[in-house]
């Protein structure tokens, strides 16, 4: 005869194939009783939002940097933040995501942020 416990994992082996093999059987059954796949497209409105940074020139080292990777609502939903956090954010940007922010852009991104969405 065969020792038992020398058989189980082919004996495992083999109830997995089977079940999966039953389970592809079952769904090429289920796919043959079916109507032809029919594909429809669908539409989706996404909310506008500001293409720019509001602020004419004083916005315009922000919209050259930071609208590579945020849009402009995304920035200016966030809370009210420190000059300092702010600071400390475009750093980050530049620091840890790699922005490609030019260095001598960084004082007027920091201050249009302070000014536009700092805490007064």
Known sequence: ???TGR???VFLAAGVLLAAFGGVAQVIAQTQ???PLTMKSEGLDLPTGDQTFPGGAQADATNNNCLTCHSA???LNQPALPRAV???EVHKMISIYRAPVAAEDVPAIVSYLDNTKGQK
């Open 1 to 3: 005869m065969f020792q």
């Open 7 to 9: 058989h189980i994992p």
């Open 33 to 35: 009783t079916r109507s």
């Open 73 to 75: 609502d995304m920035v």
């Open 86 to 88: 702010w600071e400390a």
